[in-house]
């Protein structure tokens, strides 16, 4: 008897075994393979075989695909890896995007893991109006963070916390200044939060160049945007963890910027970068198309001089 419990014992080991090393050898492209066919809506097939030829970017190590096609469109997907072996997978395309759990080696569409609570911030968002509505979904190559562009009006940053997204929202507020602005890029900096330096970027110029020309290096794009120069010439970080700490200051007296932030860098080399700002409004539309009242003014940093 108590051989045959032994086996049964080593049976039941042996198959939890291979379901794990199962979920562990799936990557982006066997993710690719299993999607169900409205996954790829408004594509030229809708069946992965047919769709390969159009793979630009297959990155198995950051669990990331992309399908380019000859208008220049884009289709994107990745994965999150989740404790009990499963993985949450997102896909976008221009205007839309959708989640997906693979599990046991099936997908299927799921609004779990803070997927709901974004909906729901969606459609509370200053920027929805009564009429025509847009949000492009940067997925991420780098980084494990969701950025949602509302309209071109409104950026919602989703962090991966705990498996689950979780908002950013610590700007902008509803009267914010441009010393609020300031004051909080310069603490955000100083945390090395990449995250949480975007929130105070102007939404468009995050989605151009940040997840655009950068290609969704966010370290890479902060780095380039606070470049500027010293006595020794032209001076900029790495990455954000070079920077030892950022400091705010008011210099009405310059005659070029009065919101300014002091880089001080772990290397012992510092300068002062000069913001470029611009005011992003949000007016009420109407039915027909209208403008009605202004909801919200909000500053935004589009630049960097050093």
């Not at 963070?145 to 507020?173: A, C, D, H, K």
Request: net charge negative.
């Amino acid at each position: 008897m108590k051989t045959i419990n032994k086996i049964v014992i080593m049976l039941a080991l042996f198959v939890t075994t291979s379901n794990a090393i199962a979920q562990q050898q799936v990557n982006v492209k066997t993710l690719f393979a299993l999607l169900p066919s409205d996954a790829f809506r408004f594509l030229p097939s809708d069946k992965p075989a047919d769709l390969e030829k159009y793979i630009k970017v297959c990155d198995l190590k950051n669990g990331y695909l992309q399908l380019e096609f000859e208008d220049e469109s884009s289709w994107e997907m990745c994965y999150w890896n989740l404790k009990d072996g499963n993985k949450l997978i997102a896909i976008t395309r221009v205007g839309a995007y959708s989640f997906y759990l693979y599990s046991n080696g099936k997908i299927a569409p799921t609004t779990k893991h803070g997927i709901e609570e974004m909906q729901k911030f969606i459609e509370e968002s200053i920027a929805i109006n009564c009429c025509d509505n847009w949000i492009n979904c940067h997925i991420p190559r780098h980084g494990t963070s969701v950025f949602l562009n509302i309209n071109g009006l409104e950026m919602q940053i989703y962090q991966w916390q705990n498996e689950r997204f979780v908002r950013l929202n610590e700007y902008p507020t509803a009267n914010t200044t441009h010393r609020q602005l300031a004051e909080g890029f310069a603490a955000a900096l100083s945390t090395a939060d990449v995250d949480r330096c975007l929130q105070y970027i102007l939404p468009s110029y995050v989605s151009e160049q940040c997840m655009g020309v950068f290609e969704g290096n966010k370290e890479l794009f902060i780095c380039d945007l606070i470049a500027g120069e010293d006595e020794k010439g032209y001076i900029k970080p790495t990455k954000p963890t070079d920077i030892k700490k950022a400091t705010y200051r008011y210099t009405p007296d310059d005659g070029f910027a009065n919101h300014t932030i002091f880089i001080e860098l772990k290397n012992g080399r510092s300068y002062t970068v000069y913001l470029s700002l611009e005011t992003l409004e949000i007016f009420e539309i109407l039915p027909g198309g209208e403008t009605g009242k202004l909801l919200r003014t909000t500053p935004y940093i589009i630049g960097g001089v050093g």
